[in-house]
């Protein structure tokens, strides 16, 4: 079987493509699954980095991705929550192994019918994107004609995040680059463009910030909150920085001083990280069919490309996700 693997940690170069890698069988509570394409995050090159090898621990040689689509060719014998021949989406564990392989096992709850208005490579572009942008929105309790200001509008979260709170009655404002203005104004958020103005001088008093950037633009977005309102961050203190014990015990240490200070100024703050299970999955499917979240490619390469996609991921290229096409 093909899959990508690296056997060390580095830059793009460690990626390869081997031939031959055993056939997976699923257990009990597993599905095997034929994948169509999978899909490119940045965790995929922080990991390949080594970014997080003193708390996520790999079995090297690692096969990496996490969302996937593809079609169901064997169930375990207890999973029930798919069939043969259906078309299906869903997320790899973390600790893998993962999605950019021919085939793969994984458990049913990390899985479910794909999005029937999705076609071809579009489904694997969701999964991941589309519950961290749930998750995030629920996590800042928007509600209708609150104002919320979107940090990394035109990304692959942000897109998404954007819709969600629409879709709620929000109004949004949203900071992205000059090339995604249009864009964001399409989807019919106010956009800030980040190069040539700071969001404060735009905006004060809101209802809820979701940070889908991270690092310094956390920081400073307690000020353009209202008293009782809320930051959510998907990205964390540092998303570019190295993820080791001495640094999390230093931004930990800094968060909880700085936390501890907006709170007693009366907002609000949540880090959200993604929980997968099928019935979130099937959920995402189904607000994709009602066409409240549309999903944007920016474009796509092969199984054996991988390493000039996680480039590309790297340098911040892409307008929207980046898909690995297996079928090639």
């Not at 790999?58 to 064997?74: N, Y």
């Not at 905006?203 to 309102?229: K, M, P, T, Y």
Request: charged share 25%.
């Amino acid at each position: 079987m093909r899959a990508q693997v690296y056997s060390e940690y580095g830059g793009p170069e460690v990626l390869e493509l081997r031939q031959d890698l055993p056939e997976p069988r699923p257990a009990a509570n597993e599905v095997l699954v034929e994948v169509r394409a999978s899909a490119i995050n940045p965790i995929d090159w922080k990991l390949r980095k080594g970014h997080l090898r003193q708390v996520l621990r790999q079995q090297l040689p690692f096969t990496p991705g996490r969302d996937f689509c593809g079609v169901v060719l064997e169930c375990g014998s207890n999973a029930t929550t798919v069939a043969r021949d259906d078309a299906v989406f869903g997320i790899t564990p973390l600790r893998g192994p993962g999605s950019h392989a021919e085939r793969i096992c994984v458990s049913e709850q990390h899985l479910a019918l794909a999005p029937r208005r999705l076609h071809g490579i579009e489904a694997a572009a969701v999964p991941l994107a589309g519950l961290t942008a749930i998750q995030a929105v629920d996590a800042a309790l928007v509600r209708p004609d609150e104002r919320v200001l979107v940090h990394g509008g035109g990304g692959g979260v942000g897109s998404l995040v954007v819709q969600y709170a629409l879709h709620l009655g929000a109004e949004v404002l949203a900071t992205a680059s000059a090339r995604n203005q249009d864009y964001l104004r399409a989807l019919g958020a106010e956009p800030i463009d980040y190069h040539r103005e700071r969001f404060e001088d735009r905006v004060h008093g809101l209802d809820a910030v979701i940070d889908c950037v991270g690092g310094e633009i956390e920081r400073r977005s307690f000020a353009v909150l209202r008293r009782g309102g809320r930051l959510v961050g998907v990205a964390g203190p540092d998303p570019d920085g190295e993820v080791s014990l001495p640094n999390i015990a230093k931004h930990g240490l800094r968060a909880s001083a700085r936390l501890l200070g907006q709170l007693t100024r009366g907002r609000r703050y949540r880090f959200v990280t993604v929980r997968v299970d099928h019935r979130r999955l099937a959920h995402l499917a189904q607000l994709v069919d009602k066409g409240v979240l549309e999903v944007r490619i920016d474009r796509s390469f092969g199984l054996d490309e991988l390493a000039a996609a996680h480039i590309a991921s790297e340098r911040g290229e892409a307008v929207g996700k980046l898909v690995l096409d297996h079928r090639g």
